[in-house]
């Protein structure tokens, strides 16, 4: 009995033409948004543990913002890649000062 041709999962999927340094400096910026997004996690339920809601909201905001960011990042535009990395380890930075 012969298997019957099956398409390959991957038949149409466009290719991608970028280099190691470019997917590692991708990963890099999609974590350091993470984790910016995991910090001001950290700083709504702070918020909201105090019983400041309007706190809660605005960094619930700029959280919603970080997502959005993350989303948007294109692996191919290396100058935002760089850019995004620079910004976001400042902020980090800043967002774990305030959680302590």
Do not use: H, K
Request: hydrophobic letters at 40%; aromatic letters at 6%.
């Amino acid at each position: 009995m012969t298997e019957p041709d099956v398409p390959s999962v991957l038949a149409g999927m466009p290719t991608f033409e970028w280099d190691s340094d470019q997917a590692v400096r991708y990963e890099v910026a999609v974590e350091a948004i993470s984790q910016a997004v995991a910090a001001y996690t950290a700083l709504v339920n702070q918020a909201r543990t105090r019983g400041d809601s309007a706190e809660a909201e605005r960094l619930a905001g700029l959280r919603a913002d970080c997502t959005q960011e993350r989303n948007a990042l294109r692996s191919t535009d290396f100058a935002a890649l760089n850019a995004t990395v620079r910004r976001y380890r400042d902020l980090i930075e800043s967002l774990r000062a305030q959680a302590r």
